[in-house]
């Protein structure tokens, strides 16, 4: 059963930044795809960031120049740096990796951006 542990989030101020981590029960290179989504009360999820096997980065269109993924394989980490966060960004954000045909999550960490 693989696991997923996130860490990172909590209470910021809008133009502050965090820096997530998910940290893998495997190797992360075991994964095809790896990153972040995150989810509003009565919405739903939606994708945040996602790194690929061979390095590939994807970001959704409101983080882009302001979030950066990244990995450390040695250390089974994903992490979200978070810069020049808005209200907007507040949200619980939660880990995925994907690996033949199944879809695991972590637990999430809530990130809120309030003045």
């Known amino acids: 059963q693989v696991q997923l542990v996130e860490s990172g989030g909590g209470l910021v101020q809008p133009g502050g930044s965090l820096r997530l981590s998910c940290v893998a029960s495997r190797s992360i290179l075991s994964f095809s795809i790896m990153g972040w989504y995150r989810q509003t009360p009565g919405a739903q999820r939606e994708l945040v960031a996602d790194?690929?096997?061979?390095?590939?980065?994807v970001y959704a269109d409101s983080v882009k120049g302001r979030f950066t993924i990244s990995r450390d394989t040695a250390k089974n980490t994903v992490y979200l740096q978070m810069n020049s966060l808005k209200p907007d960004d507040t949200a619980v954000y939660y880990c995925?990796?994907?690996?033949?045909?199944?879809?695991?999550w972590g637990q999430g960490t809530q990130v809120t951006v309030s003045s």
């Open positions: 995925h990796a994907w690996s033949s045909g199944v879809n695991y």
């Open positions: 790194i690929f096997s061979r390095g590939t980065t």
